[in-house]
């Protein structure tokens, strides 16, 4: 499995931006998409995941009403729409991919794709 995200940039507060992810290879079997992100100085955290056969979307608390989720399983992407942006979502952000299962498998994700810079700044 292949990832490949795109879409960071810089942007000025309050602005929004739109990740994309696509995957290729062995999709079959996914369990869900998501995306992490990684500041200077700090450990990679969480940001959202979507499963890939239903509707379930999971969100870190301090993204929660600011950030949107969302794929196009036919085409293989995930996409995270980011509103209101702030000076603290600046960090690299991965796309990964879950083949886990049970109603747990955004705990775990095996593909990582390498990241696209996000910075939040006037």
């Known amino acids: 499995v292949q990832l490949q995200a795109s879409g960071g940039g810089l942007v000025q507060p309050g602005g929004s931006l739109r990740l994309s992810c696509a995957a290729s290879?062995?999709?079959?079997?996914?369990?869900?998409m998501g995306w992490f992100r990684q500041a200077p100085g700090k450990e990679r955290e969480f940001v959202a995941a979507a499963s890939w056969s239903g509707t379930s979307t999971y969100y870190e608390d301090s993204v929660k009403v600011r950030f949107i989720i969302s794929k196009d399983t036919p085409k293989n992407m995930v996409y995270l729409q980011m509103n209101s942006l702030k000076p603290e979502d600046t960090a690299v952000y991965f796309c990964?991919?879950?083949?886990?299962?049970?109603?747990?498998?955004?705990?775990?994700?095996?593909?990582w794709g390498q990241g696209t810079q996000v910075t939040v700044s006037s």
């Open positions: 990964a991919a879950s083949f886990s299962a049970g109603h747990l498998w955004y705990k775990q994700f095996h593909y």
């Open positions: 290879g062995r999709t079959d079997g996914f369990a869900g």
